[in-house]
C-alpha cells in the first residue's frame, strides 16, 4: 500500500526557514517524480514544486521560487523542502504528492507567526 | 504560472441531482487535467486523470470530459458522500497549477 508521511511543521517566525521531510513507503519511490503542495486556511490547493526522480530537474511555482528548494535521498525514499524567508503567507498545511498525484500525504502544518 | 479558471466556486444541490462543475485554461492543454474530491481533514482524492480516464474504486456516476481548454466534471446522481470541494489540476510542461475549487454543499 502506496504511503507518505510527512514531518517537520511548526511554529516559525517571519523571516526564518524550515525544513520538511516526506517518508514514502510502499512503491518503487526512486522512479517516480515528487512534489509538494499546500493548502493554506480557508483557500484551495496550491501547487508548489516537483522534483524528476533522478533529480536532474526541478520547477517552482512562481511564489516560492528562490525561497524554496525540493530535493530528495532515493536510498532512503525521502523527499524535502527547504524553505527559507518565510512569510506569514507560507502558513498552510503542506502536503506531498507521488507523480500522478494518486498518492498524497496527510500534511504537516506549518504557522509562521511572531 | 498558467491560471485555471474553475467555476462555480460553490454550488448547492440535493441528492439525486446532475452537477456539472467547469475548468477552463488560457492556452490549449490538451487533455492534461486531473480532477480531485477533497474532504475536511482528508487528503485530496485523485478521481479523474487525463480529462476523462476514472481512477479504480471510483463510482461510474463521475465523469470527465473536454480537451484543449475547456473540461467539465459531471457528477450524474449525487450521493450524500459526495458533498465535498472539487479541484481541477493542470498537469502540462511542468506546470501543475489547481483551480480554485467548487464547494458542493447539499441543499
Known amino acids: 500500500q502506496m504511503q507518505l508521511v510527512e514531518s517537520g511543521g511548526g511554529v516559525v517566525q517571519p523571516g526564518g526557514s524550515l525544513r520538511l521531510s516526506c517518508s514514502a513507503s510502499g512503491f518503487d519511490f526512486k522512479i517516480y517524480n515528487m512534489h509538494w503542495i499546500r493548502q493554506a486556511p480557508g483557500k484551495g490547493l496550491e501547487w508548489l514544486t516537483v522534483?524528476?526522480?533522478?533529480?536532474?530537474?526541478?520547477h517552482y511555482a512562481d511564489s516560492v521560487k528562490g525561497r524554496f528548494t525540493i530535493s530528495r535521498d532515493n536510498s532512503k525514499n525521502m523527499l524535502f523542502l527547504q524553505m527559507n524567508s518565510l512569510t506569514t503567507e507560507d502558513t498552510a498545511l503542506y502536503h506531498c504528492?507521488?507523480?500522478?498525484?494518486?498518492?498524497w500525504g496527510q500534511g504537516t502544518l506549518v504557522i509562521v507567526s511572531s | 504560472d498558467m491560471p485555471v479558471t474553475q467555476s462555480p466556486s460553490s454550488l448547492s444541490a440535493y441528492v439525486g441531482d446532475r452537477v456539472t462543475i467547469t475548468c477552463r485554461t488560457s492556452?490549449?492543454?490538451?487533455?492534461?487535467l486531473n480532477w480531485y474530491q477533497h474532504k475536511p481533514g482528508k487528503a485530496p482524492k485523485l478521481l479523474m486523470s487525463r480529462a476523462s480516464n476514472l481512477q479504480s474504486g471510483v463510482p461510474s456516476r463521475f465523469s470527465g470530459s473536454g480537451s484543449g481548454t475547456h473540461f467539465t466534471l459531471t457528477i450524474s446522481s449525487l450521493q450524500p458522500e459526495d458533498f465535498a470541494t472539487y479541484y481541477c489540476q493542470l498537469g502540462y510542461s511542468a506546470v501543475y497549477t489547481f483551480g480554485q475549487g467548487t464547494k458542493l454543499e447539499i441543499k
Open positions: 522534483m524528476s526522480y533522478d533529480e536532474t530537474h526541478k
Open positions: 492556452q490549449s492543454i490538451g487533455t492534461y
Open positions: 504528492g507521488k507523480e500522478g498525484f494518486d498518492c
